[in-house]
């Protein structure tokens, strides 16, 4: 059974970066496809950040509103994925969720994934 644990530090000052892993356990990162999604303050719906796509040879695809800034790189030691946050805004304050499924193709809706993390809160501050 896949699972995923999401960790990083929380707060940060605006204009700064961040890391945050998602760790997978129960299968590799290469043979799943593997998103970050995030659901910022006051709205229900989650929003797609950026995705691995394991089954494409380690392909990426990242929202264009976030492209230069936020980017994904794996990490073979620990089975995990790491979403790269480059000069964050408050505007990137949200719970960041990572999610996962066994289908090899770009998907970038919530409901095309089967495996969720508990999430992280991630504030940027002013």
């Known amino acids: 059974q896949v699972s995923l644990v999401e960790s990083g530090e929380g707060s940060v000052q605006a204009g700064s970066g961040l890391i945050i892993s998602c760790v997978i356990s129960?299968?590799?990162?290469?043979?799943?496809?593997v998103a970050w999604f995030r659901q910022t303050p006051g709205r229900i719906e989650k929003e797609f950040v950026a995705?691995?796509?394991?089954?494409?040879?380690?392909?990426?695809h990242t929202d264009d509103s976030l492209k230069g800034r936020f980017l994904l790189s794996r990490d073979y030691t620990k089975n995990s994925l790491r979403l790269h946050m480059m000069r964050l805004t408050v505007e990137d304050t949200a719970r960041y969720y990572c999610?996962?499924?066994?289908?090899?193709?770009?998907?970038?809706?919530?409901?095309?994934?089967?495996?969720w993390g508990q999430g992280m809160q991630v504030t940027v501050s002013s």
């Open positions: 995705a691995w796509l394991g089954g494409l040879n380690g392909a990426t």
């Open positions: 129960g299968d590799t990162v290469d043979k799943l496809t």
């Open positions: 999610a996962a499924t066994q289908r090899r193709e770009v998907l970038l809706d919530v409901g095309d994934y089967t495996i």
